[in-house]
């Protein structure tokens, strides 16, 4: 992956940051802005090429009403200002690339990022404000089907896939599922669906034409079945086997298996770095924003705790509780208070 | 107290309201916004006579720079901006008056709550959100005290007060304490200063000036030595009694008493319902905004918890958890999930 590590702010790399944030989302570009209004040197870490995350990426015009004292902003304006309030710290910020491995120095405590594109951060603290995750599609659990990813097995339809003539095997029953087995019923040589069920959620309109090439017998039912197993070698499958859950089973003869059982939320190697995880997300202390691991911190929709609500408010809030608990951390002889803004001063005025 | 109730939005004044939001702060008016946005219709109550609270009466003009998204916003501006944010709702707003009472219907649960001026409000659940609550003068602990206040004992000193020729004891050794002393001794019979230290905490001229005084013989020292007691009637003090902490005693002869401790915030009338408070703050659950009565939330600088910090982006999201499980209290067998704004749409289309 190519790092592409903007140097907009200045760029002192091979420091050591009291702070490195991951996530360029609202709630990271936020946790910048409170670092620096302790005084507290930043980095950020950003998946994307971009700052804002999901909000930029995804739905820049979709305007937000619960910002409070804001009726009405777009996500991309929302992100613009929260750049804009930031700005002053003039946080190192690294783009294009996710945080991958952490290592802690046992006698310094000092963390040791690595990320995807290479690079080595040192961090004395993490806030993680990673948002909801990668969104990954969900995987069967059958031994061994990664050495057949992006080969024969794929989660998604690649564009000029070239599948005349092959023997398809189509999992699932939704929209993806039964919109593709009418595509592909055209072209291939066989399309076989496995459903777990023998009701399709689909929508309506496309299970009725489904309906027709079963009777056609352009596209074969499979249900109840579920995935078994695969048969095949050096990346190619060439057997799906399939069960009803009663003692019976099939062996489907495939080139292809489209596993087509929607999205989830991904930690990634978030999910590796020794934390405590619930259904996903990181545990925390809501009044520290701790996790299990001193010196790491997280806030916004990536954390749960009993009441925990996703909404961006939330993750400012939870950030600022965080900031605090985390200079704490770094200076444990210090009284770490509120200071108010109104007191300070403007950012641009003071920040260095 | 005249009754400033404001019919600008809709004035259905007689029915039982879901949520009472107490306080018309920046916290008090995102309540309002948060409990439309979970469709609980509301009232809201407000000590001055206009809404904003101490923002708008204290510093409309003074920049913020710590609301998230917004790199620089006047208090003015802020409570403007959250007014607009919560119109759609169309609160009855009650302003200048403050909640006094409450009373509980013990079938229904029902709060009845007493305003200072004179009107009775039906809430199903209240919620609290009166900042630091009122700004007062520290009260010595004398017994009876509260009979002279206003007569003979003034925590302020009023125009015109007409006290020459007085005996006048000023207890403190602040800023007040030592440049009214200064002023007074011009004037006055005897001006007698009670000071619990030998050292005067005000400012050094100032203190440079008094010991002159006491030199010429025009204010007379205490110290060190505190309030004792009073004695007097019909509200007119004649004696003040002090007492240095080690067992003697003197009583100085007196008209006047300035006490000039400082001033502390008061949580007034709201110390008085029977809610659990530390240090003139409400203790809640900071996940669930619950006070220790059932039904009572709150959320702003008017709480307590472990790790509280007093920010306006803290008092936002403390209402968010508050009404969600407001909620929940309201309606114990629905559902109470986050609904986002990107997904319910524009207020301003869908409130009612």
Redesign the interface.
């Known amino acids: 992956m190519n790092d592409h590590t903007q140097s907009i702010y200045s760029s002192d790399r091979n420091t050591i940051f009291p702070v490195v944030v991951l996530g360029g989302g ?1 709630v990271g570009l ?1 946790a910048v ?2 670092a620096g ?1 302790m005084q507290l040197k930043c980095a950020l870490v950003e998946a994307l090429p971009q700052l804002g995350g999901q909000c930029q990426a995804l ?1 820049p015009d ?12 777009s ?1 991309g304006d ?1 992100v613009a ?2 750049s ?2 930031m700005a002053p710290f003039k946080p190192t910020v690294f783009c294009g690339q996710t945080a991958e491995h952490v290592d802690q120095e046992e006698e310094s405590g000092l963390f040791v990022i690595r990320t995807s594109a290479g690079r080595m951060i040192l961090a004395q603290t993490i806030m993680i404000c990673c948002g909801a995750g990668a969104l990954v599609p969900k995987r069967p659990p059958l031994e061994g089907i990664e050495q057949f990813e992006g080969q024969s097995v794929f989660y998604s339809v690649p564009s000029g896939h070239g599948w005349a003539g092959k023997d398809i095997v189509i999992a699932g029953g939704g929209d993806s599922a039964v919109d593709w087995a009418l595509v592909l019923a055209g072209s291939a040589k066989s399309v076989h669906m496995v459903h777990r069920r023998a009701r399709f959620s689909a929508h309506e309109h496309s299970v009725a034409r489904l309906q027709e090439e079963f009777q056609s017998g352009r596209v074969q039912l499979h249900a109840p079945y579920q995935l078994l197993g695969l048969e095949g070698q050096v990346g190619q499958i060439s057997v799906v086997h399939v069960h009803d859950g009663a003692g019976g089973s099939k062996s489907l003869s495939a080139d292809i298996l489209l596993p087509f059982f929607g999205m989830q939320n991904d930690l990634g190697p978030l999910g590796r770095w020794g934390l405590d995880i619930d259904q996903q997300r990181i545990v925390t202390n ?3 924003g701790q996790t299990s691991r001193a010196g790491i911190y997280a806030a916004g929709d990536i954390v749960t ?3 925990k ?6 993750g ?3 950030v ?2 965080s900031m ?2 985390l200079k704490g951390y770094l200076f444990p002889d210090q009284y770490v208070g ?1 200071k ?3 007191t ?4 641009g005025s003071w920040a260095s």
């Open positions: 609202p936020f802005f409170m209004m739905y979709k305007p937000i009403y619960d910002i409070p004292g804001m009726p009405e902003i996500a929302l200002q929260l804009q309030q809501p009044l520290t705790y009993p009441h609500l996703k909404l961006i408010m939330t400012f809030a939870e600022a509780q605090h608990h509120v108010h803004s109104t300070l001063g403007n950012p």
